[in-house]
């Protein structure tokens, strides 16, 4: 699903793990974590986070501020909206929006 | 409930929906949604859901600030000190305190 | 100039008013003050200022949430700019700036 | 667990208590609650209860602030770095690490 | 004047000092600063005064909450109010508003 | 004073220049703003900036976490300790702490 959505971006690769960011990060060699800030929220609870994996595994992570258009968009938000049955088209890439969908068109075995 | 907490004014209405508020109030021929702000922590989010809102449905959200001697009383606190025993009184509409008063008396099905 | 700026809205009305904000809406028989929000720095100013408002004349304020497109705009990063020589022509209106470039071509006695 | 961690400083009780912190302060007549302060949006949460504290018990709560080179450690985010099998000795008592390090090996009911 | 305000509590004492208050302190053997902590914007200034003193002097400070009720009431904002002609009796002690009024009675040097 | 400071970091360079960073940026052909983050009340006004020069310039701000040992040191609260007659020998590197005593023992103008 993110893979489609970054498809068009050469220079990104996808990858999943288990376990901390910490150890993935250095078992890849990379060097930083980078990360979106958002809003003031944000900020306390990824700065934490950002100090932890550097005690951790001394890799730093750098903060890139997001698009003040889309500042009010969190994945939470969005999916609270689409499960209100809002449109969320514009604010997900077009993979995730066909995933979101083909979940709701399936009904929950806890809903049968 | 909040109908009874109401009463007295006049130019209250009482209703409640499914889905969304933005869809809610466009069919309501509202113009505008009213909501207030007690404390920091609560502005980044509600800034988030109104301009969520107005996106959706182009209907704007007005804030009214809270009168601070209110300001630390969230129904998440107040819920809390309930359920450990204290007492709400000073925080709850007469008729929300009778409510949660019924709600204690009856065992719920999982204390049984 | 904030004239010139809003001369296309028909129901706004420019005035100007020497002492207390509060005092003038009252004199002018205003219900309401209205403030624009943009991030979460400006909220804790304008709710003292609110509270302080309510305390000193009886009326409300409300806070409408700018466009987060410009959340990043306040007139003091604005002013900053264009004396240090930058184009601040996207964020203010025109007649502004028409004074701005007035003002710069000016020499200030100071600097003569 | 705590009282061995604290077993050095012979001026601290430890205690565990049903119900409300206000009604426990009162019952052991302590004539205040102190409280350690990280980070701001600790601070708003923390102040709400306090203030809720003051009106429940008439008991007033002191804040000290935390040494800066641990700010970034909360509960919530060692358990969380310890869950995903990051070592977190450098953050929590040795007796804490010892009772942490006895649940991992206990595999848990639901587990089995 | 401050004297004054608080005539009437016996156990404070008003003292005036030039130089850094962490030094002032330990010049009084006080063992602890107190101060009151209305909102989150004074929160962060405060904590890092509050660790620069710890840090010169080894002295700490604690925090009380205001009551939420004059939250909103700094010192900045009642002058501003007050030289703009606005009534702060109710914000201040009759001590500080007796000497506000007659300064304002005496024409500064510069306005003369 | 800042050359002295970073002599022993080979890939430091330092620069000054005259009006906007986004524009000096630019002409050094540099591709990066780089800022160190220490509380959230740094956070909104860089967050403003970044993407003030990112409308200006196209030229994105990465931000780095200060290490939280010093996140309650300021420019501003050491140059305040200082003038109070404070040792801020810890807070300051070498080279800026002998140009701040000079200062000291120069009479200024304004006070002969």
Known sequence: MIREAVAD????EVDHFRGLLADFVRTRGAGVIVKGLRVVSDFESEMST???NR????????????????SFV???????VYNLGGDVAEFVPEAVLRV??????TP???ER
């Open 9 to 12: 971006l050469p220079n990104v």
């Open 50 to 52: 950002a100090l932890m």
């Open 55 to 70: 005690s951790l595994s001394g890799v730093d992570t750098v903060f890139l501020p997001s698009d003040p258009r889309w």
């Open 74 to 80: 969190s994945s939470t938000l969005v999916k609270e």
């Open 100 to 105: 979101m969908r083909a979940k709701r068109s």
């Open 108 to 110: 929950r075995p806890a």
